[in-house]
């Protein structure tokens, strides 16, 4: 692993970015009560929307060097820079919006996550919107939860769920400005 490079994913790489999304999202509390018999065949159909629908960036990190055919991705980041998204009946723009990160675990704790987010331009210390929630897993080396590692970085799933040019719509659930998610009054977490 001495060579690690940054390039934009390619055709060939979706096949690797579903599966590793998918997997490494099964067992997180925001996943949702999807059945686990359901959970694989249903992310897969949401997470290849999402790929396709929203058609994010998405930039892998890559050991140029690697000598097994299939083994020289190690990680991977879905961003958009900007995004307009329904919040009631207007709509707003926001961004970057990063929908996922993943880095494998055997190389995880060498940077690749920041480096994914620096290839992206998102500064992991400015505001940022994220699709899927973060496990506590997910946080830089020394950092208590993953709060602490993106401390202005605001969880809005609302944006996924919508094609990249949508309509106003009228929700139940209406997004602020910064897109953070904010609940109908009367409505509690």
Known sequence: MSAIRIRRARPEDTS??????????????????????FYQADYRKYVTWILAQRAPDVFVAYDAEAEVAGTELLGWLAVEETVTFPAGRVLK?????????YVKEHVRGNGLARALFAAARVDTKGPFIFTFKPTEH???PG?????????RARWNPL????PKTPTPT?????????????HPRGHSR
């Open 16 to 37: 690797l970015i579903v599966d590793t999304w998918v997997e490494s999202f099964r067992n997180t509390y925001a996943a949702g009560v999807v059945p686990m018999p």
């Open 93 to 101: 723009t926001v961004g970057p919006v990063v929908h996922y990160v």
């Open 138 to 140: 997910d946080r830089k």
């Open 143 to 151: 950092a208590r939860t993953w709060k602490d590692s993106f401390p």
């Open 159 to 162: 944006i996924a769920r919508h």
């Open 170 to 182: 009228e929700q139940t659930t209406h997004a602020n400005q910064d897109g953070s998610v904010q």
